[in-house]
């Protein structure tokens, strides 16, 4: 069997069983715990996931390459990022669960608890309640309104697995906050940026 089969065996295996943890029950933090146990165990497949199958830009202007692991319309949906130092990003949630796994690299997470009473559409407060280095072994998973932002530090490039109960691009209701100014923007219209990602079979 070729890696590219071992890779799409393990990634279906993978996505079958966190189905069968998520589909029939809300998701809260005790089921994250397992849905993270389950994608830390595809991380440890390492000689499956390297930096010549899913290598980071190299042309100087982006900073991350998001590769997309689960077909299209395929729930949950996973993503192989690969990011270079210098990536980071507004605090921001998700609008719907994630789990974050490392397989090669550190990055900072800091996770934030919004202060205001959510009475402004267009302004929160934010305060700092932890920072969290994900790394190999050390994963971070979020409940849809988790707040936080990460940091890629240092001098090596991270491979990170993202998952999320829904794909990206249908997470229209993010939301992100400019920490300098408190003001609130629809994340996915303002920061993510949809062409550094790799559809699925073009990274099979």
Known sequence: MTIQSQRSAAVATTLAEVRALTSQRDVDRATLERVTH???????????????????????????????????????????????????????????????????????????????????PARAALTLEREQVVRPGAPIAFLPQDIHSIHVVGDAPTLHFHLYGRPLEALTGRIGIEPETGRIVNYNTTQMNRSEQVPAQAAA
């Open 38 to 120: 389950a994608l830390q165990a595809l991380a440890d497949k390492k000689a499956l996931f390297g930096f010549a199958d899913f290598p980071p830009p190299a042309d100087g202007t982006a900073t991350s390459t998001r590769y997309r692991l689960s077909e299209e319309g395929q729930l949950p949906a996973l993503y192989l990022n690969s990011i270079v130092p210098g990536k980071k990003t507004i605090p921001h949630n998700h609008d719907t669960w994630a789990v974050i796994v490392a397989v090669q690299g550190d990055e900072l997470n800091r996770v934030y608890r919004r202060t205001d009473d959510g009475s402004d």
